[in-house]
């Protein structure tokens, strides 16, 4: 399966800053998804990333708070804008395994973000 | 996708079989059923998935109904690091996106 480095994997933010997540993935892909689990919760999904487009976000969830890059197949960052408390999360990004005859998708280790 | 419903919590004691239920009624042909757990926050981790027969890995078996409406994942010799929130979610065989429900927090008790 695929190896995902995310980073940072945790950090501590003053309400109202931005904070960058990268994720970088050992091969090429197509998707590169994006989630977020908020404390005690299950994973929701942001946004789903394709290379030279627009990122696709799903209800609840905006491109000017939650703004996607992926200038290339093996990377991608979300920037969380204008933090509250209530962003205080674990954000995640996935690929799917599908591109190498896997279905299993594979997910970061996480950006724990807590803001203050 | 699919909708899936699971237990909230399950208790199993070490070395026993851990059979984790999930209903997901209303799965469309050509989705498979995953299973995934996360242990304390880290990234979920890939169980096994099966799209109509059974399955089995090195981590676990999968069995799925016929009617394809519910499936159980069963670790065979459950041991103190099995204890997770499992997740059992569906999804397509392209590139589509996963959803995931609540979970169920299993936890392997000596």
């Known amino acids: 399966s695929a190896v995902i480095s995310q980073k940072p994997s945790r950090d501590i933010c003053q309400r109202g800053t931005s904070l960058t997540i990268q994720c970088q993935v050992d091969?090429?892909?197509?998707?590169m998804f994006w989630y977020r689990q908020q404390p005690g919760q299950s994973l929701t999904l942001i946004a789903t990333a394709n290379q030279g487009s627009e990122a696709t976000y799903e209800s609840g969830f905006v491109i000017d708070k939650f703004p996607i890059s992926r200038p290339n197949l093996t990377f991608s960052t979300l920037t969380v804008s204008n933090m509250s408390p209530e962003d205080s999360s674990i954000y995640l990004c996935?690929?799917?395994?599908?591109?190498?005859?896997?279905?299993?998708?594979?997910f970061g280790s996480g950006t724990r973000l807590t803001v203050v | 996708d699919a909708k899936t419903t699971q237990p909230p919590s399950m208790d199993c004691a070490e070395g026993r079989a851990a059979n984790l239920p999930c209903n997901h009624s209303t799965i469309s042909g050509n989705e498979y059923v995953y299973w995934y757990r996360q242990i304390h926050s880290q990234g979920p981790q890939y169980i096994i998935h099966?799209?109509?027969n059974n399955e089995t890995n090195e981590m676990a078996s999968l069995i799925i109904t016929e009617d394809r409406k519910s499936s159980t994942l069963i670790l065979p010799h459950a041991t103190l690091r099995d204890t997770a929130v499992y997740y059992c979610?569906?999804?397509?065989?392209?590139?589509?996106?996963?959803?995931f429900g609540q979970g169920t927090i299993l936890t392997v008790h000596p």
């Open positions: 996935s690929v799917s395994g599908r591109e190498r005859n896997n279905y299993g998708y594979t």
């Open positions: 099966g799209l109509k």
């Open positions: 091969s090429q892909v197509t998707m």
């Open positions: 979610t569906t999804g397509g065989t392209s590139y589509g996106k996963l959803t």
